[in-house]
């Protein structure tokens, strides 16, 4: 029982709230393992769908479970006429991550009952997953004029969300990127977001209500905000040879820059590793490295000025950008990603539910006498 004596973990750090066989971080070393798979592995050989599916059952698939998933992925794109109905009325200076949030509330709206606690929520988190790229893509192409979404349904999970946000089928080379990208992002043990969704879902709440819980707290910029700011950092730099005084004079101010540091990693995040790669090739193919070199010395100077190393949103950007996600996106395809962690977490948590409310320490004052309100001043 918390007395009033007992320390205070500040944002909860360090604190070990609940078991987990999903996710684990080694923050010394650099590692991150989705049920006993090394990320490395995973962004070298496996693909999202793979990934989602790990997530979910615990278990790599078979390639016949493997391809019922994708089927049914592609199935479940679809959204309710309804709801596409809903999306075109939205304000089209809307930012993306809040017509995700309020669109994933809706979602809920016009969804059967598979949604709910209990086994059978495993529906709703493939038609969660499943739904959020065309959400995102029916929004984006309104607002931008573009021609309405179709299913594609030979397109992988990746590729979908590219056509839908880029009204263009990817390029190998892209669609792999993607894919990689949505792995990485796929699971990140108790992060904010995730955190939330539990939170969420421990009430006995349902599997939505978690996930729009998620989208709301992933938005924040020292969250899954970051990327989008890292990208507005470069755009102020411009050119490699001011990235030094505009990091240094940033650092002066006691700004943060965004895409470094971590509450868990005291090395490199091993997806910022992964992600400089593709950063570097999808730069090479497209002829134009300046973010990336931009990226190299804004790394340099912070690490030297402040010890610090980049986290998964320092090259996340760059990427998207180069294959033409407008900057407001990649909040929103970060969301697309994790849902299958926040979805898999939240059946998790259903297995072995209890309520998680921690406790505050009281620092106010106590026995005050209550003033009428006429005799206060
Ligand atoms: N830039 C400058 N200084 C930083 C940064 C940064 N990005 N990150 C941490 N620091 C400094 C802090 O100012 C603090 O210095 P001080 O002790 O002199 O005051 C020290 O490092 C410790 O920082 P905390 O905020 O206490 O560390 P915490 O574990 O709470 O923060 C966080 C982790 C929020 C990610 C932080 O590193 C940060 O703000 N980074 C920038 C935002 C970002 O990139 N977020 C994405 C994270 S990954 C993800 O969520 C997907």
């Known amino acids: 029982m918390p ?15 609940l078991e987990s ?17 090394d990320i490395r592995d995973l962004a070298a050989h496996s693909s999202f769908e793979e990934t989602a599916y790990l997530l979910w ?58 949604s709910r606690p209990g ?33 594609r349904p030979a397109l992988s999970h990746a590729a979908y969300l590219l056509y839908a946000l880029l009204n263009r089928e990817p390029t190998e080379l892209e669609s792999r990127a993607m894919d990689v990208a949505l792995i990485l992002h796929a699971d990140h043990e108790l992060n904010a977001s995730t955190f939330a969704a539990r939170v969420t879902a421990s009430t006995l709440s349902d599997l939505y209500s978690a996930v729009t819980s998620a989208v709301g707290t992933l938005k924040g910029p020292l969250h899954g905000g970051a990327n989008e700011r890292v990208m507005e950092l470069l755009d102020e730099i411009g ?21 470094f540091g971590h509450r868990v ?37 912070v690490h030297q000025e402040k010890g610090l190393y980049p986290n998964v949103d320092l090259y996340s950007g ?6 033409g996600i407008p900057h407001d996106l990649f909040t929103p395809v970060f969301a697309a990603s994790r849902v299958a962690g926040w979805t898999a977490h939240v059946l ?30």
């Not at 790669?277 to 010395?297: F, N, Q």
């Open 318 to 323: 760059s990427v998207y950008s180069l294959m």
């Open 3 to 17: 007395s009033p004596t007992e320390e205070v973990q500040r944002g909860l750090q360090d604190v070990v709230a």
């Open 265 to 301: 990693y005291k090395v490199e995040d091993p997806r910022a590793t992964i992600l400089r790669e593709w950063s570097r090739r999808i730069g090479e193919a497209k002829g134009d490295l300046h973010y990336y070199e931009l990226l190299r010395v804004v790394e340099r100077v």
């Open 119 to 151: 086994a059978s929520s495993i529906g709703g988190a493939q038609r969660l997953t499943a739904a959020l790229p065309s959400i995102l893509g029916q929004f984006h192409r309104r607002r931008a004029g573009l021609p309405p979404l179709e299913s």
């Open 21 to 37: 066989h999903l996710c684990f971080i080694d923050g010394k070393e650099g590692r991150l393992i989705y049920e006993g798979y």
């Open 239 to 259: 050119a490699p040879d001011r990235a030094e005084e505009v990091v240094k004079a940033k650092l002066a101010r006691h700004e943060r820059i965004m895409g």
């Open 57 to 114: 059952y615990g278990r790599l698939p078979t390639s016949d479970q493997l391809a019922a998933l994708r089927h049914r992925l592609t199935e479940l794109r679809t959204l309710p006429d309804a709801m596409v109905a809903r999306l075109d009325a939205m304000p089209s200076t809307a930012a993306p991550i809040d017509v995700l949030r309020t669109a994933v509330s809706e979602l809920s709206l016009f969804e059967p009952d598979e």
């Open 348 to 377: 998790e948590e259903y297995q072995d539910l209890r309520l998680i409310r921690p406790t505050a320490k009281y620092i106010g004052p106590v026995d005050l006498p209550y003033v009428p309100i006429a005799s206060r001043v």
